[in-house]
């Protein structure tokens, strides 16, 4: 099993449209997948499906108890299509960001890693969505994760903040005793224009080997797939956005035989 | 003196642009604007040209003491442009969501108020920019604001929270005992799309005389005016994104008038 938490300060740089569509097509191609929704808005919970009113328990029960004292991960569980299956978010998560923050207890940004590794069902891939900031949602995501993909949007603002972030996970990395797998997605990309062009070139020359080969392009049916509460392998195979998130689930497949 | 937060927990939906640019069109039309940024990221900042590691104190040392006890908010500004200030931020502040978020104080969401009460300096426009969640920071904004001005692309993500941050906003109103002005303005618009344009009728029908008339589209020219570090007046007044923000900029001037 291989736990993946896609993460970025910046917002909107396509965080929640990866975690959907990349589970769409690892699960297309038969892998079993967990999408962990650690961000209080919610969005990946809808963007497959699944309305975050209508779910009685979510991740936050998971959470905030002490490992074993509230329900497993497997508890609140919600299958979203075949092979597909979400630990939901809402809004009460936000309400974790305080509880957890002010104890002093160790455990706190633990408690999705410790969630994680009791999950009984076998899965091939955990993929976990983070909010815009580093907090103790986010903490507890790189916890659980073994690999980090940071979507970065071909923009001045995204590309500005992405060494500092890098340089977070590092001292994260010392703290936890654990190496991360980090590698950069460039998103939103709308390959007409210069400006997008040079932004990514420069993005390949200071971040080399980091940066995934796929690059996502701006595609209006990722939209129109998260509107109708399904991933893009579902919407419309025929898709650029379609092509780009199954190029990249094909290279992180592909990453696995060279470990 | 006009003071306007503008917000929304949904990321990447084009509130520091709208900061910055809105701010370089009041300043065009000859309004003394001062800029508060409220974010970590320091993106209005940076979109001002100003490096956020080149400056010695920033808005944490203003909010981080009792007022009084830290210098002002008029001793830390720099100069951005002709009639625009900037009180600029840095990765530090996101430590004052740490301090003041487990201060019991009642006093803690109203430092960023009683600073711009102080500030001896006559501007006509005071322009805050949040981070992407509702924090102690992002309070401190709307207590220190009389309007609020939420960016909302025309997308399902972004408009599925707006009813929501509605809620929350009028819940603050209560606790707050004064009125806040809230208007939502379409940003990021691409009007090629079928997509986007059922979404921004979908917009107007729902939320009527909220939404202003203008419309903010879809124009590379303010990517590049962010990366260069000025406004999009500075820029290129020939520009879709001059057009829209200097729309922006009387409708929101001509408001005064009707108040
Ligand atoms: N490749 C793409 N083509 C077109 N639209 C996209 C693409 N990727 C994302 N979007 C749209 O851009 C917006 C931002 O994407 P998304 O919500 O996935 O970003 P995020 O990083 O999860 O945002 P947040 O910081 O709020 O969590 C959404 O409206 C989404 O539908
Ligand atoms: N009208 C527009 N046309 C083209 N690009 C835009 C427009 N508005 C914003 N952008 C770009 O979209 C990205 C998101 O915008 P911006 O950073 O202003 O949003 P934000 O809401 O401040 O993000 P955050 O939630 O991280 O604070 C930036 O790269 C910006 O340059
Ligand atoms: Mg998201
Ligand atoms: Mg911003």
């Not at 969005?43 to 108890?65: F, K, M, Q, R």
């Not at 509880?99 to 999705?112: A, H, Q």
């Not at 005793?177 to 040079?198: C, N, S, Y």
């Amino acid at each position: 099993m291989r736990t993946i938490a896609v993460m970025n300060q910046k917002g909107g740089c396509g965080k929640t449209t990866t975690i959907v569509n990349l589970a769409g097509c690892l699960a297309h191609e038969g892998h079993r997948v967990l999408v962990v929704d650690m961000d209080p808005q919610a969005h990946a919970t809808l963007g497959l499906g699944i309305d975050p009113e209508d779910v009685s328990e979510n991740i936050y029960e998971v959470l905030c108890e002490e490992p074993g004292e509230g329900p497993g991960l497997d508890e609140i569980v919600v299958n979203a299509s075949e092979h597909l299956n979400v630990a939901p978010s809402g809004v009460i998560l936000s309400a974790l960001e305080q509880k957890l923050g002010s104890e002093s207890s160790s455990g706190r940004t633990e408690r999705l890693a410790v969630a994680v590794e009791r999950l009984p069902k076998p899965y091939d891939f955990v993929l976990i969505d983070c909010p815009p900031n580093v907090g103790v949602l986010t903490f507890n995501a790189l916890r659980a994760a073994q690999e980090v993909i940071i979507p970065l949007e071909t923009s001045y603002y995204a590309m500005h903040g992405v060494a500092k972030l890098l340089e977070t996970i590092a001292l994260l990395e010392d703290r936890l005793g654990h190496e991360l797998r980090v590698r950069l997605l460039p998103t939103l990309f709308d390959g007409r224009t210069r400006f997008a062009k040079r932004a990514l070139t420069e993005i390949r020359e200071t971040y080399k080997d980091l940066v995934f080969d796929t690059v996502i392009r701006h595609n209006v049916r990722l939209r129109e797939a998260a509107q109708r509460g399904v991933t893009i392998a579902k919407l419309d195979r025929r898709s650029y956005g379609f092509v780009d998130y199954m190029s990249l689930a094909l290279e992180v497949l592909f990453d696995e035989e060279q470990r």
